[in-house]
């Protein structure tokens, strides 16, 4: 069963384009010690996609990939970083940033990614979301 808001997700990512997403990363100055995400998947889909709980997307974009929906690729990114700038410039992705670089020894790293819809995902999508919207009509 989805949410209203993940159907919303959804529905916004089957008609963008462009989906980047990126993961923001608290690396330690010294490699040995490794590093943590802080902020998995971060998008505007949620902001996009006029979701009652916009901050929940990356939970929902977790599940969808669990459920084969999508994929998240973080070997793949746009070659145009304008594309990623709307997303770098969101208060809550400031923040989380803001608060790393506060952190003693702590370094920034963002991950730029990008969203894949599968064959299944597709399928899915026209199955479960449009057929609705448009039977709602």
Same mark, same amino acid.
């Given at each position: 069963?989805?949410?209203? +808001?993940?159907?919303?997700?959804?529905?916004?990512?089957?008609? *963008?384009?462009?989906?980047?997403?990126? $993961?923001?990363?608290?690396?330690?100055?010294?490699?040995?010690?490794?590093? #943590?995400?802080?902020?998995?998947?971060?998008?505007?889909?949620? *902001?996009?996609?006029? #979701?009652?709980?916009?901050?929940? $997307?990356?939970?929902?974009?977790?599940?969808?990939?669990?459920?084969?929906?999508?994929?998240?690729?973080? +070997?793949?990114?746009?070659?145009?970083?304008?594309?990623?700038?709307?997303?770098?410039?969101?208060? *809550?992705?400031?923040?989380?940033?803001?608060?790393?670089?506060?952190?003693?020894?702590?370094?920034?790293?963002?991950?730029?990614?990008?969203?894949?819809?599968?064959?299944?995902?597709?399928?899915?999508?026209?199955?479960?979301? $449009? +057929?609705?919207?448009?039977?709602?009509?």
């Amino acid at each position: 069963q989805l949410t209203p +808001d993940e159907a919303k997700i959804l529905r916004y990512i089957s008609k *963008e384009a462009n989906l980047p997403t990126i $993961t923001i990363r608290s690396e330690s100055s010294n490699l040995q010690e490794g590093g #943590c995400d802080m902020y998995r998947h971060a998008s505007l889909f949620g *902001e996009k996609a006029f #979701c009652v709980n916009p901050h929940l $997307t990356s939970v929902a974009l977790d599940n969808f990939i669990r459920l084969g929906i999508i994929e998240i690729r973080k +070997d793949y990114s746009y070659t145009e970083k304008k594309i990623y700038s709307e997303l770098m410039d969101d208060k *809550e992705v400031k923040e989380v940033i803001e608060n790393i670089n506060k952190t003693e020894g702590g370094k920034v790293r963002i991950v730029e990614e990008m969203v894949i819809i599968t064959g299944f995902g597709r399928q899915f999508i026209n199955i479960c979301v $449009t +057929d609705h919207i448009e039977h709602r009509k």
